[in-house]
């Protein structure tokens, strides 16, 4: 008897299943090792682009002092965010594929020897957290993108926190199963991957009579490995498309299910009013004044006094976390000369407060290499059009490069840091 026909055999009392006799004889032939191994190899590269993308994001609006993100190219965090979502969204339709070819694996009855107990144990802990963290980042990064927010924990810093926690449980997982995604890389024979299947294909009767059909019965071919691997594929595409609109404007047609469609007032969308924000009457207020201070000294700005100062113009994308993005051509002072016009700026971050006093990203700090670049305005205008009200108006910051959330609205105060 051949090697892998003693495997079969020696597997055989090691096979029996939890689940009934019908649902046993039911299994699809596409439940196999080349399903799982192969939409787990997807979901894995799945996982490291979120990883990496979810950092950048991350590292932007908390940098350390290492940490270093450049203001040209002016599209790179629109990218960098737009794909994190997109993925993110792909990675659903993987999820359910790679669920539905192990499930029943996790109904086996399997005698453990002694000395396997604790890596098995370990091994089904592995999955349980690696399920429990991927399930979590995509639930709540969905809702994230809808603005919704039925938990009360901070969004931001739990799902960071379980980003590691994620790629850890990859990793584990990973390294136990290399062998299984060697065998199916290396396109090994059926029977061999038939042995490493504690529920075999359907096409093979390497589980005896025990899976045998009563007589008369025949088992209907079902979908077939390829072409369930082909689903998989076309599915994920498809969901894909579905959102990627929001940060790709010419794929908005298709994109049915965006939470943002790039449309909204002065054709920006917007993720915070100003009702919300509290500032409806101190942003009209005709004592408005904006404070800046640069150099040791300090001086006020109104409004016209802002429209009476040298313009600029900036076409520069703004692109939420949420992964949305829009372009915009932008109006306004350039903050270097508005510093100028102060005091000696020397270098500095600078700093930005927001009339708002009720939300988390009331300031910003904003890295010296921004503060000095053309393109970074005191915005005034939008599309040829003053500030709405929920836009940012009387003025707003806008810089290249930066996620939204630091694009500081309702402007009270610029200040330059020692």
């Not at 969004?155 to 926190?161: L, N, Q, V």
Request: net charge positive.
């Amino acid at each position: 008897m051949s090697r892998i026909g003693t495997l079969m055999k020696q597997r055989e009392p090691e096979q029996d299943s939890l689940l009934p006799a019908v649902l046993t004889r039911r299994i699809s032939p596409a439940r196999s090792t080349t399903v799982a191994a192969w939409s787990g190899m997807a979901l894995g590269v799945g996982v490291l682009i979120l990883f990496v993308t979810g950092m950048i994001s991350h590292l932007i609006q908390h940098p350390p002092g290492w940490f270093w993100w450049p203001a040209h190219p002016v599209w790179l965090y629109r990218v960098t965010q737009g794909v994190h979502v997109t993925v993110g969204v792909m990675m659903i339709p993987l999820l359910l594929v790679k669920f539905w070819s192990v499930y029943p694996r996790f109904f086996l009855k399997e005698p453990i020897r002694p000395r396997e107990a604790l890596p098995r144990v370990l091994e089904r802990l592995s999955v349980a957290v690696l399920i429990g963290a991927i399930l979590f980042q995509i639930v709540t990064g969905l809702f994230n993108t809808a603005q919704f927010y039925p938990w009360k924990f901070f969004f931001t810093t739990t799902h960071h926190a379980m980003a590691y926690v994620a790629v850890g449980a990859v990793i584990v997982h990973v390294a136990v199963k290399i062998p299984v995604v060697r065998n199916v890389l290396s396109r090994a024979p059926k029977a061999a991957e038939a042995a490493a299947d504690p529920i075999p294909d359907a096409s093979t009767d390497v589980a005896g009579p025990r899976n045998a059909l009563p007589p008369g019965n025949t088992r209907p071919p079902g979908l077939s490995r390829r072409a369930m691997l082909a689903a998989a594929g076309a599915g994920t595409v498809v969901a894909g498309l579905a959102v990627a609109g929001q940060s790709v404007p010419f794929l908005r047609w298709v994109s049915v299910l965006a939470p943002r469609s790039g449309h909204g007032p002065q054709g920006v969308p917007i993720n915070r009013t100003a009702a919300a924000a509290a500032v409806t009457e101190t942003a009209r207020s005709p004592q408005y004044v904006l404070t800046v201070r640069v150099g040791g000294r300090e001086r006020g700005f109104s409004r016209a006094e802002l429209e009476a100062l040298p313009q600029s113009d900036s076409a520069l994308p703004i692109a939420c976390v949420e992964g949305w993005s829009a372009q915009g051509h932008w109006s306004g002072v350039r903050l270097r000369d508005l510093l100028a016009s102060v005091g000696e700026y020397r270098g500095g971050d600078v700093r930005f407060v927001s009339l708002e006093t009720t939300g988390i990203y009331g300031s910003s700090v904003l890295p010296h290499s921004f503060a000095t670049d053309a393109s970074t305005l005191i915005a005034l205008r939008l599309n040829g059009a003053d500030l709405t009200l929920d836009h940012g108006y009387p003025c707003r910051l806008i810089a290249p490069n930066r996620p939204g959330v630091l694009q500081t609205k309702w402007l009270k105060s610029i200040e330059e840091l020692s």
